[in-house]
């Protein structure tokens, strides 16, 4: 039996052993922190629960493929109960607010009252989310290994989106949104994420919260991880936990196996890096084999990460309903500065917090600059680190309590994060949370295979294939590593 190990237990890593199992090889898993699941976890403060990741899981309908793929791996099935939001997010602005509702023509009738000489826009934006509903992430094959046939089929069914993909993927959010008369709808799509994102994440996130096909699934991502863990566990892998991986050892053109921190080695017939790519390329092996197009996207494209702050609140806050964002005393995290902040309340997970008390958590978007502050303050200077990240929670509760009255004196700093503090979890290359910005440059760029040239027995698994990378891109990325070893 060929045997297959795999550098890193996240996502993509997990759900390659899963398929690594399932195809009749033996494999196992090398985790360098003591839990499996990479960037998708989650943790316990003061009693309370942080939940890191999963603010919506693209694959949650059922006749998807992506369903389908998060039901073999142990993800989703039928009883994992999923939390449906009647509402994307809501923004404010003084008086009033515009909300992203489920109910597409109710955000249509609202949006169009707060933008009166916006309606034409309007109408435009719901025909564009209606039509990129069908858009669907192919995940039975990769894309190269489909059969002619296959690639028509797939061609066809996403006819009716291709044409939304190509005009709103060369426009930034910030563009798009200056398209609108009303200064509160200008406001309101730029808040979706940072504007240099183009149009099209934001229309194809909300297309698939309309369709069903971006709920949460309950328990949230410490959850979805263990059911993935014990999944592969069942079918035989084995997972070590606390196994940092030094290096991948090769010889001529073939990996031999790895070496870890501890100096062990490990012989296999083929290596999976799923661990972050620039892990993979500055430590495991050689900058020279990193593929072009990887490189090319690193010299170009930005990636961005988040500040993130959680507090324990002596309220339930059903009050915050999914993901709400407000102007905010001005306030500086790292290089950036910002005037409107957004708030997730977790009300909705009574397991999370004690009876009678919820969690909340802020995000706000950092830039590789801002990476480089944190990371420059750790290095200098733990404590003055440490203080600038209780500084700023502390002016965060302020802005939280203006704009909840109800909650004010009752919010307690629970943890913080920065993007420096996701680097040193994960290796996330300057702390990013995902891949690449969805910019529209980055809609110019090839997707990259995972196959590393001049190695022919090593094949990365990793969100940083695509662009945007998250969940999907992940788990998808695990499954086509294995079918390239077997090509199946
Ligand atoms: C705050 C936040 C919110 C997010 N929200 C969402 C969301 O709502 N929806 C969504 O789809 N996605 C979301 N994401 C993105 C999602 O978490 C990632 O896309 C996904 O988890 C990446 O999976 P991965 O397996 O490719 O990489 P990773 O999670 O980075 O896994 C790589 C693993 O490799 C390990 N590793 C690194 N170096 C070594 C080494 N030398 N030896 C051994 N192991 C090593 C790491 O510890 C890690 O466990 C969010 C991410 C963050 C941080």
């Not at 240099?196 to 709920?215: D, I, Q, R």
């Not at 980055?442 to 997707?447: L, P």
Request: charged share 25%.
């Amino acid at each position: 039996m060929s045997k297959i190990v795999i550098v890193g237990g996240g996502i993509a890593g997990l759900t390659a052993g899963i398929f690594a199992q399932k195809y009749g090889f033996e494999s196992e898993i090398f985790e360098k922190n003591a839990n499996a699941g990479g960037e998708c976890t989650g943790w316990s403060r003061n009693g309370f629960h942080i939940d890191n990741c999963i603010h919506w899981l693209t694959g949650t309908k059922k006749s998807t493929e992506l369903y389908t793929l998060w039901k073999e791996i142990g993800a989703l099935g039928d009883d994992v109960e999923m939390v449906e939001f009647d509402r994307f997010y809501t923004s404010f602005f003084d008086e009033k607010k515009a909300v992203l509702w489920r109910d597409k023509e109710r955000t249509r009738k609202e949006l169009r009252k707060l933008g009166r000489s916006d309606g034409k826009a309007i109408d435009e934006f719901i025909k564009t989310v209606t039509a990129l509903e069908k858009l669907e992430m192919p995940v039975e094959k990769p894309f190269d290994m489909m059969s002619a046939m296959e690639k028509m089929k797939l061609g066809i069914a996403m006819f009716g989106a291709l044409k939304y993909v190509k005009k709103y993927g060369k426009v930034s959010l910030k563009e798009y949104a200056g398209k609108f008369q009303s200064p509160l709808l200008r406001q309101f799509f730029q808040d979706y994420m940072d504007s240099s994102f183009n149009a099209l994440s934001l229309m194809t996130s909300y297309a698939s919260f309309t369709a069903g096909n971006g709920n949460v699934p309950k328990g949230g991502s410490v959850e979805m991880v263990k059911r993935i863990a014990e999944k592969y566990q069942s079918l035989g892998g084995v997972i070590h936990t606390k196994s940092a991986v030094e290096k991948v050892e090769i010889d001529g053109t073939k990996a031999t196996g790895i070496t870890l921190a501890d100096g062990k080695t490990i012989k296999a017939d083929y290596v999976i890096c799923a661990c972050d790519t620039s892990v993979t390329f500055h430590k495991l092996m050689d900058r020279k084999y990193m593929p072009k197009q990887l490189e090319k996207n690193y010299e170009k494209l930005k990636v961005q990460s988040a500040f993130q702050a959680s507090f324990s609140v002596d309220d339930e806050c059903a009050f915050i309903h999914n993901t709400e964002v407000f102007p905010c005393r001005e306030i500086t995290i790292g290089k950036s500065i910002f005037e409107r902040m957004s708030v997730k309340s977790y009300w909705y997970e009574p397991k999370f917090s004690p009876v009678g008390k919820a969690v909340l958590q802020v995000h706000f978007t950092q830039t590789e600059d801002d990476y480089e502050y944190w990371k420059n303050l750790y290095e200098t200077d733990k404590n003055a680190y440490k203080k600038k990240k209780l500084e700023i929670a502390e002016e965060i509760i302020l802005s939280i309590s203006a704009q909840y009255q109800q909650i004010n004196g009752k919010i307690e700093v629970l943890d913080v994060l920065t993007p420096y503090t996701y680097n040193q979890w994960t290796g996330a290359y300057k702390g990013s949370y995902m891949s690449f910005v969805m910019s529209p440059k980055a809609m110019e760029q090839k997707n990259l295979t995972g196959i590393i040239d001049g190695l022919e027995n090593v094949v990365l698994a990793s969100q940083w294939q695509e662009i945007p990378g998250g969940l999907p891109y992940a788990a998808a990325a695990g499954k086509f590593a294995v079918q390239r070893i077997a090509k199946i």
